[in-house]
């Protein structure tokens, strides 16, 4: 700054032009750290909200699979014995390969077509001496009325109680023209039939399992999830998404949700005819089942095979990267009150482990967060201990 003599401007003072310059290079950092500031401030809130909106999808639709468990569901024996009389490892988009067919299917029937049959099959005794229907399930092995394996045969429904009962079990010699002793024409509920009360399990203590099968308290409603792999519409054109032979998922194109399916039960008799003018059906035998109207496309559609419905649960804004299911106990205490074991005399709980993340309906909106979001939830469904 200096002092101007002048004797029209007697003591005043001015800037120099270096002083201007700095002035000027000052407020230009002041406001540009402002806009800085203003920009950080702008991002934080855009990821804030970025993470609140996928936070609440999450939360919504992960509640949303909770309340549907937990009211008036235990879990599905039949389905899980159907499931594992027909096992395999192999995983198509993310569940089993195989449908089980939810018990409309007779296990000596023609699966692929519309073939059905009217009757089920006994386990019975080896010989007089040893029960081996409790060391060898009856339906892998010749220890049933048919003397050979119904193995990965699909299972009509009530078929997994009659596992626990032995239909030629007394200590007499029971020869194969002699096992009708009371002169009915039948082998089953004849004197020697005795209730084991202990076999089968129908899936490993605490194995995990991309789908979960419940059933209502009346067993008149059957409620199934499953985990399901699709190719994301919304990803970039030259992502993959590939299931290899080990059933592991390589590829960022893919879309994980789960699917549901609900299941009402019908008195159709064992050919499922619908027609009322067939006098067979309403014997008070559970042996149909058929879709939910609410989900289906038809008034009264029977489920089976590969076409049957399955509707999504979480919307297509997120991925579900994780879907297991562990459920306790592995039998029906109903039937197996006999076994001891601490493990199988509990009521019936479900464990569900998530993970989910943003789909590509998000993921190209998004910049920063793509963070992952992992819930575990422990439920006890309704059983016998409740009722």
Not at 39 to 67: H, M, P
Not at 212 to 236: G, H
Not at 355 to 379: A, C, G, H, Q, V
Request: aromatic share 22%; hydrophobic share 40%; with cysteine.
């Amino acid at each position: 700054m200096i002092k101007i003599t002048n004797k029209f401007l007697k003591n005043k003072f001015a800037f120099t032009l270096i002083e201007i310059m700095v002035w000027i290079i000052i407020v230009s950092l002041i406001i540009l750290w402002w806009f800085q500031a203003l920009s950080a401030i702008t991002i934080w809130k855009a990821r804030i909200i970025e993470k609140v909106d996928i936070q609440k999808e999450g939360f919504y639709f992960t509640e949303k699979l909770f309340e549907m468990i937990k009211k008036w569901w235990t879990l599905d024996y039949e389905e899980y014995f159907n499931r594992m009389v027909i096992w395999n490892t192999t995983y198509s988009s993310g569940h089993f390969e195989y449908p089980s067919w939810f018990g409309n299917f007779w296990s000596w029937g023609t699966v692929w077509t519309s073939t059905y049959w009217d009757i089920f099959y006994y386990c019975i005794s080896w010989d007089w001496y040893s029960n081996k229907i409790i060391d060898s399930w009856c339906y892998n092995n010749s220890l049933n009325t048919y003397w050979e394996s119904v193995d990965w045969k699909h299972q009509r429904y009530w078929q997994y109680s009659f596992q626990f009962i032995d239909y030629n079990s007394n200590y007499n010699i029971d020869i194969w023209s002699l096992w009708d002793e009371n002169g009915d024409g039948n082998i089953k509920w004849d004197d020697d039939d005795e209730y084991i009360w202990n076999w089968p399990a129908v899936f490993w203590t605490g194995i995990e399992l991309p789908e979960l099968y419940l059933i209502s308290w009346n067993k008149k409603e059957r409620l199934m999830f499953r985990w399901s792999l699709q190719l994301d519409d919304k990803a970039p054109v030259w992502s993959t998404c590939i299931v290899d032979s080990n059933n592991n998922v390589t590829g960022s194109g893919c879309i994980w949700t789960v699917e549901y399916i609900k299941l009402i039960w019908k008195d159709y008799w064992f050919d499922h005819n619908i027609s009322i003018l067939d006098k067979s059906q309403n014997d008070w035998i559970v042996d149909t089942w058929i879709i939910d109207p609410e989900i289906s496309w038809w008034v009264e559609e029977i489920a089976w095979k590969n076409n049957t419905p399955w509707v999504e649960l979480f919307s297509n804004s997120i991925s579900v990267s994780e879907f297991k299911t562990i459920s306790y106990p592995n039998k029906d205490i109903i039937y197996s009150w006999k076994d001891t074991n601490k493990s199988v005399n509990i009521s019936p709980y479900t464990v569900l482990k998530l993970s989910l993340e943003p789909s590509w309906l998000y993921k190209r909106k998004m910049i920063w967060n793509r963070d992952k979001m992992n819930f575990s939830m422990t439920i006890n469904l309704t059983d016998l201990y409740s009722q």
